[in-house]
C-alpha cells in the first residue's frame, strides 16, 4: 500500500507482539478534544500511530461487519462512549437494538436512551418505524422556519430564546364570507431545540429473518432522508452476506467498516473489494469513508469494567425519559405508493380473512377501483384480482 505523506510503497507485516489501543488515550487526546464534530467517534489509531476521529453527522451513517472475535461489539461500544463522552441527553438520544440481548443491555437506565434496549426483533420494526415518523414531524418544523437541517433549527431556536423573540408564522384560517378573500392570522410556534438522534443496531441479520422487507424499506427511507433531520443509523452485523447486507442497504450506507471476515466473498460484499479476510482480528478493521478510499485502522479497546463504571456515573446524573411511543404498536398502520393508509389486522375496520371482502372494503373506503390496486393492496395474483374485479362488477359495487 501506498505510504501516507510519501513518495513511496510500504508493505505491511503483522508485529509478533501486538500493541493494544485504549479508549482512555484516544479520548483524552488533543485530536479528540479539539474536534469540532457534531458526533464524533473514536475509531482508532492508524499504521503511523496518529488517532483516527470521524463525524457521524457527516457520515451520516455507518454499516459495520465482522465475524464473532473480530472486534466488531467492543467497536460499536467505543462509538456509544464516544457519543456519552461529549453530549447531553438534550443533545443526543439513542435507539438501542440488539436481538443477541447481551451486547447493549449494559446501557440499560441511562438518560441518553429513548426507549430501554429492544431486544424483541418486532419491537426493533416499530422504533424503527417510529424513527421514520419523527423524521418526517421534524421535515415539518423545518420547513414552518424555513431551514434546511437539525443545526439551522437550533442555531433559529438558540437566537429566538436568547434575544427573548417570539417565533411565529402566518397562516390562512379561511375566506371572509362577504368579499371572499383569504384570511390570515399569526400562529404563536413554540418550538425547542431537537436533539441528534442515533439509532444502533447489533445484529442485523437476525432482524432480517423476522422482516426483511420492512426492515430493508425503513432503513432505507431513514439512510435516505434522516441525515437533514439529525437522525443516524450505525448497523452492525456479524454475516455481511447479500441476504442481510442487500444492494439498497449498500447503496445508502457510503461509509463502512469491515472487521476480519471468513472470505474474500464477504470482503467484497462489505467493502466492494477484498482484503478484509487476512485483518488480524481483535480489533483491527478496514475504514471506508465516504469516497471509498480505505484506511486500515486498530480499533479501540474498552474493558466491560470500564462500560459499567460510565454507565454507573451516567445513571447518578438523572433518569432517562423514556418515549412510549417508540416501541407501542397503537400506531402502526404501513402507508403504501397511494398514500393510503391500511392496517394489516383486516385492512381497515373489516376483520375478515375472505379476499374478497377485503378488496371490497379497500375499495369503498378509497374509493378506487383496478385490477392492478387490489392486485398491489391485497398481494395477491393478478388472476385472482381479475376474478374479484368482475365479480364486483357484477354485483354492482363498481361501475
Not at 478534544?33 to 475509531?43: G, N, P, R, S, V
Not at 481483535?282 to 474498552?302: C, E, K, N, S, W
Not at 466491560?304 to 454507573?312: P, Q, Y
Request: aromatic share 4%; net charge negative; with cysteine.
Amino acid at each position: 500500500a501506498v505510504v501516507q505523506g510519501k513518495n513511496a510503497i510500504g508493505i505491511e507485516l503483522p508485529n509478533a507482539k501486538r500493541e493494544t489501543v485504549f479508549l482512555r488515550e484516544l479520548l483524552a487526546s488533543q485530536d479528540f478534544e479539539a474536534t469540532k464534530h457534531k458526533l464524533a467517534l473514536c475509531l482508532g489509531k492508524t499504521i503511523g500511530g496518529e488517532p483516527v476521529i470521524a463525524d457521524l453527522a457527516r457520515m451520516p451513517h455507518l454499516l459495520v461487519a465482522g465475524t464473532t472475535g473480530s472486534g466488531k461489539s467492543v467497536a460499536i461500544n467505543t462509538m456509544i462512549l464516544s457519543i456519552l463522552y461529549r453530549l447531553k441527553p438534550e443533545e443526543c438520544r439513542l435507539i438501542m437494538v440488539d436481538p443477541k440481548m447481551l451486547e447493549l443491555s449494559v446501557y440499560d437506565g441511562i438518560p441518553h436512551l429513548l426507549t430501554p434496549v429492544v431486544t424483541d426483533p418486532k419491537k426493533a420494526v416499530v422504533a424503527l418505524k417510529w424513527a421514520v415518523r419523527e423524521m418526517e414531524e421534524r421535515y415539518k418544523k423545518m420547513s414552518k422556519l424555513s431551514v434546511r437541517n437539525i443545526d439551522g433549527f437550533n442555531a433559529r431556536v438558540g437566537e429566538a430564546k436568547a434575544a427573548g423573540e417570539v417565533i411565529t408564522r402566518t397562516v390562512q384560517t379561511g375566506f371572509d364570507k362577504h368579499s371572499g378573500e383569504a384570511i390570515y392570522e399569526e400562529e404563536v410556534m413554540d418550538l425547542e431545540p431537537l436533539p441528534y438522534i442515533v439509532v444502533i443496531v447489533d445484529e442485523m441479520a437476525d432482524l432480517m429473518m423476522v422482516a426483511g422487507k420492512e426492515i430493508e424499506g425503513t432503513i432505507q427511507r431513514l439512510a435516505q432522508m434522516a441525515r437533514a433531520a439529525g437522525i443516524h443509523v450505525v448497523l452492525a452485523t456479524q454475516r455481511p452476506s447479500v441476504d442481510v447486507i442487500t444492494g439498497t442497504i449498500k447503496a445508502n450506507f457510503p461509509t463502512r467498516i469491515s472487521f476480519q471476515v471468513t472470505s474474500k466473498i464477504d470482503s467484497r460484499t462489505i467493502l466492494g473489494e477484498m482484503g478484509a479476510e487476512q485483518l488480524l482480528g481483535q480489533g483491527d478493521m478496514l475504514y471506508m469513508a465516504g469516497g471509498g478510499r480505505i484506511t486500515r485502522v486498530h480499533g479501540p479497546f474498552v474493558s466491560d469494567n470500564e462500560v459499567e463504571k460510565v454507565v454507573a456515573h451516567l445513571k447518578t446524573q438523572g433518569r432517562p425519559q423514556y418515549l412510549d411511543a417508540v416501541t407501542s404498536e397503537e400506531e402502526e398502520a404501513a402507508e403504501d405508493e397511494d398514500g393510503a393508509v391500511f392496517d394489516k389486522t383486516g385492512m381497515g375496520s373489516l376483520d375478515s380473512d375472505d379476499p374478497y371482502e377485503q378488496a371490497v372494503a379497500v375499495v369503498l373506503r378509497d374509493k378506487k377501483a383496478s385490477t392492478s390496486y387490489i392486485q398491489r393492496r391485497l398481494q395477491i395474483g393478478y388472476n385472482r384480482a381479475a376474478s374479484i374485479m368482475e365479480r364486483m362488477e357484477n354485483e354492482g359495487i363498481v361501475g
